[in-house]
């Protein structure tokens, strides 16, 4: 049974710093690459970061590009998504997201401007909020 377990969302100042993770439970984690969206109220659900399996290879929308940096530890599972210099427009639901061959898609996971929207992915973490407020 594959879990994924986003955590580490909150209330942040602008130009605060946030760091999300996400463990996996239930899959041979090095073999996996491992995307993150977000949603905001009344918007569509876009593709953040994507970092494939063993080779680490990652991947990052324009829009936190230099702000945002993903890394994973697989000794422990997880990956982590953080989150610097934060914006209110950063102000959303944070998801983590795997599936069999998200390695071959995660260009495309963070490229939806070129690629379209695809939320086709098998696994999905349950979201963590994440509020960019003075």
């Known amino acids: 049974d594959v879990q994924l377990q986003a955590s580490g969302g909150g209330l942040v100042q602008p130009g605060g710093s946030l760091r999300l993770s996400c463990k996996a439970s239930?899959?041979?984690?090095?073999?996996?690459?491992i995307g993150w969206f977000r949603q905001a109220p009344g918007k569509k659900r876009e593709g953040v970061s994507c970092?494939?399996?063993?080779?680490?290879?990652?991947y990052y929308a324009d829009s936190v590009e230099g702000r945002f940096t993903i890394s994973r530890d697989n000794a422990d599972n997880t990956v982590y998504l953080q989150m610097d210099s934060l914006q209110p427009e950063d102000t959303a639901v944070y998801y983590c997201?795997?599936?069999?061959?998200?390695?071959?898609?995660?260009?495309?996971?963070?490229?939806?401007?070129?690629?379209?929207?695809?939320?086709?992915?098998?696994?999905w973490g349950k979201g963590t909020q994440v509020t960019v407020s003075s």
């Open positions: 970092i494939t399996g063993s080779s680490g290879l990652t």
């Open positions: 239930g899959i041979r984690f090095d073999d996996y690459a």
């Open positions: 997201v795997t599936d069999d061959d998200l390695w071959r898609r995660c260009r495309a996971l963070v490229s939806y401007d070129l690629y379209g929207h695809d939320y086709s992915y098998d696994y």
